[in-house]
């Protein structure tokens, strides 16, 4: 079943962002941004849990985006399988169910960035439909 997120998700969704996508964040701050960004309308996230186990295997996070540039369309942020269920169609599953959710609130896009070293996860998203469309280099300059 897939779902908005709750609060009781964090320690899976901590889990995950640590084991599979090698994010090391506090429990607290999983718990913090949860609170914070389900407040936010722009911002969803969502995860995959199995109906029987009622366990959190998976998340895609997303963001609404518009610039002046271009339409409303969606970011996806995040997209994360629990290593030990990857293969399973729990990723496809997630992506499926925000593209249903993009059309259904009008946006006309679905864009996502993806490591250069990710190549099977490049192979997922072609599978899937979507286009690499350019090569980029991310600049970040961390503030105090």
Do not use: P
Not at 38 to 64: A, P, R, S, T, Y
């Amino acid at each position: 079943m897939i779902r908005q997120t709750k609060l009781e998700d964090a320690k899976a969704l901590q889990k995950i962002c640590k084991e599979d996508l090698g994010y090391d964040s506090s429990l607290k701050a999983i718990e913090q941004q949860i609170d914070k960004l389900g407040q936010d309308e722009q911002h969803h996230l969502f995860v995959f849990e199995d109906d029987c186990m009622k366990e959190v295997l998976g998340f895609v996070e997303v963001q609404v985006y518009e610039a002046i540039y271009s339409k409303r369309g969606l970011n996806i942020l995040g997209l994360a399988v629990a290593h030990s269920h990857q293969g399973q169609g729990i990723g496809k599953q997630l992506m499926t169910y925000i593209e249903a959710w993009a059309c259904q609130n009008k946006l006309t896009f679905i864009r996502l960035n993806s490591g250069s070293h990710r190549t099977e996860a490049h192979a997922f998203y072609q599978g899937l439909g979507y286009d690499g469309t350019k090569r980029q280099v991310r600049f970040i300059k961390f503030l105090q």
